[in-house]
């Protein structure tokens, strides 16, 4: 189970920080990601972690404004945002799959959260 937190409204330049708490498994062969979705647009891929050695990938756009980070002794997954834009806005999930490599299509995750929402004025 994954439960997301930590959403809210912000003005641009702000910053948000994430978490998504995971219970119920053993994270070490997981990696975990954070996607978004905002109104009327598809799901897209924002960060990923791996668990096991806290390697990082990251979606263009939030490279040098987003940093992805894990907490073993929480069982805890975070994204700080740094300069937001009001191109942010939108429902942000959490994510889990049970494979070593990063993948950035939603269909290739197994679990997900429930979504926090995340808006960011101008």
């Known amino acids: 189970q994954l439960q997301a937190s930590g959403g809210g409204l912000v003005q641009a330049g702000g910053s948000l920080r994430l978490s998504c708490a995971a219970s119920?498994?053993?994270?070490?062969?997981?990696?975990m990601a954070w996607f978004r979705q905002a109104p009327g647009k598809a799901r897209e891929f924002v960060a990923a972690i791996r668990w096991r050695d806290g390697s990082t990938y990251y979606e263009d756009s939030v490279k040098g404004r987003f940093t992805i980070s894990r907490d073993n002794t929480k069982n805890t997954m975070y994204l700080q945002m740094d300069s937001l834009k009001p191109e942010d806005t939108a429902v942000h999930y959490c994510?889990?799959?049970?494979?070593?490599?990063?993948?950035?299509?939603?269909?290739?995750?197994?679990?997900w959260g429930q979504g926090t929402e995340v808006t960011v004025s101008s």
């Open positions: 119920g498994r053993t994270l070490s062969n997981y990696v």
């Open positions: 994510a889990a799959r049970s494979m070593f490599s990063f993948a950035v299509v939603p269909t290739s995750y197994d679990y």
